[in-house]
């Protein structure tokens, strides 16, 4: 059997300060395949950021550890690219700039400057750019593109050096329902080209099925994974599954699992009960 891309065994993470600790990981354990596409849902203060930031390296576990390639990470790595919820961009550079940054830090660190890689590098961003439909955007600044489009191109520019794994943190929180949904199709288009890992974190339990071949979902206090769940959807998918039984039953199983993990469903009854005994 292949080893895992991704193996996370037993790991932990406490947060310290000012007299009190707070558990934000607990016994965090499981495989992640080589270009599988996971996504990672549950209640706010579950541990899905913390998880994702660890993986990467920006975040050092307290126990446990976590291995990719059989190799256990020492911080971050351009086999590991990260994608935030808020685009990250040079003001000061334009979108093929912008795109081309990391790999340009490469090229300037390396003990000979390679005009060969110059020139694959190039030939990599027209393909990105084309591929995220922002060519005709090339020469634009940040600050002249739409939410939408700045996400494209951070998207773009953690792809340009061919990372083996995408970690994406709430990567399309900030837009707005037409736009996410055109994302939704590009990003599981970028998956099928590229053919990596990728790690998706989202609080939308809709997202996380449509994009994901498994959904992780994490309970809070402290933050431990609670159930997997494989989808029950094809690999080629579109808009209208959404509609289908499948999905939508397995949508009400997920969000009645996030209430009871995370005592919502008390919350709602101690309200009811608040509001009867309140004077008319």
């Known amino acids: 059997m292949t080893a895992a891309k991704i193996q996370i065994r037993q790991v932990s993470k406490v947060f310290k300060g000012q007299g009190c600790e707070v558990q934000a990981l607990e016994d965090i354990n499981l495989d992640i395949r080589a270009n599988e596409f996971i996504t990672f849902v549950g209640a706010s203060g ?22 990719v390639d059989a190799r256990e990470i020492n911080g971050p790595g351009i086999d590991r690219a990260m994608v935030f919820q808020h685009y ?4 000061w550079l334009t979108v093929m700039e912008n795109i081309k940054f990391c790999r340009q830090l490469k090229v300037v660190s390396d003990t000979v ?65 037409q736009t996410r949904e055109v994302m939704h199709d590009l990003i599981r288009h970028v998956h099928r080209l590229e053919n990596g ?13 449509y994009l994901g071949g498994r959904v992780v979902l994490m309970a809070p206090r402290p933050g431990r994974i609670d159930t997997i769940y494989e989808v029950p959807l094809p690999a080629q998918r579109h808009q209208d599954m959404k509609l289908s039984a499948e999905f939508l039953a ?10 009871e993990t995370s005592g919502m469903s008390t919350d709602l009854e101690l309200l009811e009960q608040l509001t009867r005994s309140v004077p008319g």
């Open 46 to 67: 579950c541990g899905k950021s913390t998880l994702l930031r660890s993986i990467g390296g920006l975040e050092q576990h307290s126990a446990g550890e976590i291995l």
């Open 88 to 91: 990250s961009l040079y003001p």
């Open 113 to 177: 400057r390679n005009d060969a890689d110059i020139e694959v590098a190039s030939g990599r961003a027209d393909a990105l750019l084309n591929l995220m439909g922002l060519m005709p955007f090339a020469d634009a600044y940040p600050n002249q593109l739409s939410g939408g489009m700045q996400q494209r191109v951070a998207i773009a520019r953690a792809l340009m050096p061919k990372p083996e794994t995408m970690l994406m943190d709430e990567p399309f929180g900030a837009l707005d329902a």
């Open 197 to 209: 890992t990728i790690l998706f974190v989202t609080h939308d339990v809709e997202e996380a099925i």
């Open 250 to 259: 397995l949508k009400r199983t997920i969000l009645a699992r996030i209430r």
